[in-house]
């Protein structure tokens, strides 16, 4: 049993504080925003302690940064000397997008780090995450760290390289798809279905999309080809999808979303 300390408390802090309090494992949460409404709000939820930026990094074995890139420098200055004159361990855990473990490791004095990027799903538990470790973070404390997160969802343990990429599919992602089925469901209520059937039935069938292609291993493109009936429906709106540059806006999308941190 540890004191697990956030500091920011907006979707992904509040979403991996739920985690952490849903494990079992917390002895004390610790939580510090900005606006302290919506630290009083999720410490309602998860039976945690309103605390300043101060008291987290003080007391807390733990250190959840859930701060927006362009704060961290200010989040820091008031933290600095705490954290330089900390005798205890104390690891930093970072989901602040771009920040990377080399850099974590110096701006934070070299304390042991950890980098998670979570996705919103995470919030109600179907999340995905990518985490990696630095080198001193100890055996013992990488396993607490895991079963501390796995509330969260599905996580795989990765690199910093790897994450910088691939967290662009799973974090941007869910808004890209959430832009997909709000599209297609005004299309179907320009046809004639009810707007929150649409939205229903739309996600209903982009879940069991993704359960099916894992569950078979099967390639996108063969279950896009087995759809395809000849002179059928589905490749008349396939060849619309294409016509308008579909394929070619995502992939830019993706490469955007990936240049932005580089």
Do not use: W
Not at 142 to 162: A, C, I, Q, W
């Amino acid at each position: 049993m540890k004191t697990i300390g956030f500091i920011g408390t907006g979707n992904m802090g509040g979403a991996l504080a739920a985690a952490a309090y849903k494990s079992g494992l917390a002895d004390r949460i610790l939580l510090a925003n900005r606006g302290r409404k919506k630290a009083e709000d999720l410490a309602a939820q998860v039976k945690g302690e309103v605390v300043d930026n101060q008291t987290v990094a003080k007391e807390a074995e733990y250190i959840f940064l859930g701060v927006k890139p362009q704060f961290l420098p200010e989040m820091f200055e008031g933290i600095k000397d705490i954290l330089k004159n900390r005798k205890d361990r104390c690891i930093i855990v970072s989901m602040i997008a771009g920040t990377t473990i080399k850099s974590l490791k110096e701006m934070f004095f070299d304390l042991p780090a950890v980098r998670i990027t979570p996705n919103i799903p995470t919030k109600t538990g179907d999340g995905f995450s990518f985490y990696t470790f630095s080198d001193d973070v100890t055996q013992e404390e990488r396993d607490f760290f895991v079963k501390l997160m796995t509330p969260s969802g599905v996580l795989v343990e990765s690199n910093d390289t790897y994450m910088s990429s691939a967290s662009s599919l799973t974090g941007c992602g869910p808004a890209f798809a959430a832009m997909f089925l709000e599209a297609m469901a005004d299309g179907a209520v320009a046809c004639g279905v009810p707007r929150k059937d649409a939205y229903k039935y739309g996600a209903m069938m982009l879940e069991g999309t993704g359960r099916y292609l894992q569950k078979t291993g099967i390639h996108p493109g063969e279950l896009k080809d087995s759809v395809c009936s000849p002179a059928g429906s589905t490749i008349q709106g396939v060849r619309t999808l294409e016509k308008e540059g579909f394929r070619a806006s995502i992939i830019d999308a993706y490469i955007a979303v990936n240049n932005r941190f580089k």
